[in-house]
């Protein structure tokens, strides 16, 4: 089944305890992306990598690191989280082939710093 | 920057009414996409239409795109309550590979 998955799924923590989700699509796809969600605000992008070895950030990117160094695999690293990044991050992926380029979305990983 | 505007932000019908939902966005675009996200879970892609569409259909889903306006609306036809959920419009940029920028939402509740 094509699927996008992440872990853990629910997650909470103290401020500075460095964190890690993780992100793995079985697509084949190329793009990868992290996005939180936050009430009134809606997604917003954290990083994107267009490839192996390619990241770039989103529009809110301070606080979060990634690394894309397998296809399927995008890891969102919180070197010392804090309260403010209590929120629903969720993985999607996409083909850069085909033009229809809809995302596939994980389940979301709800994360509470403390 | 949110590019995606949804409105209303909220819509509550009765089954087998129409519900639809509106997305104004700013830039010009390649393609714009409608997304529906049950209660804290993943989104799903439910539709897109491209720049140089006007008008689609997929089941009991019709969405337009009027780029002079830039906006596009998504009817939902025949609303059931499993339809309950929050819908998103999502617009990839022209000269963007990939990524979208979401709207906030509009949270659609449909009762018996």
């Known amino acids: 089944e094509a699927q996008v998955t992440q872990n853990p799924r629910y997650l909470i923590t103290v401020t500075g305890k460095k964190l890690t989700v993780t992100c793995s699509q079985n697509m084949n796809h190329e793009y990868m992306s992290w996005y939180r969600q936050d009430p009134g605000l809606g997604l917003r992008q954290i990083y994107y990598?267009?490839?192996?070895?390619?990241?770039d950030k989103g529009d809110v990117p301070e606080g979060y690191k990634v690394s894309r160094k397998e296809k399927r695999n995008f890891p969102l690293i919180l070197e010392s989280p804090s309260p403010n990044q209590t929120s629903l991050y969720f993985c999607?992926?996409?083909?850069?082939?085909?033009?229809?380029?809809?995302?596939?979305f994980g389940p979301g990983t709800r994360l509470t710093v403390l | 920057s949110q590019q995606g505007e949804e409105d209303p932000q909220a819509l509550s019908i009765q089954e087998g009414e129409n519900a639809t939902m509106n997305c104004s966005y700013k830039?010009?675009?390649?393609?714009l996409q409608w997304y529906r996200q049950n209660s804290g879970r993943g989104l799903v892609h439910l539709i897109l239409i491209r720049s140089n569409e006007r008008e689609k259909h997929s089941g009991r889903l019709r969405v337009t795109l009027d780029t002079s306006k830039k906006s596009s609306s998504l009817l939902i036809t025949a609303s059931r309550a499993a339809d309950t959920a929050s819908y998103f419009c999502?617009?990839?940029?022209?000269?963007?590979?990939?990524?979208?920028?979401f709207g906030t939402g509009t949270r659609l509740q449909v009762t018996l």
């Open positions: 830039t010009s675009i390649n393609n």
């Open positions: 990598s267009m490839n192996v070895e390619v990241t």
């Open positions: 999607a992926s996409s083909s850069l082939v085909s033009s229809y380029n809809e995302q596939f």
């Open positions: 999502a617009t990839r940029r022209s000269g963007t590979a990939s990524k979208l920028t």
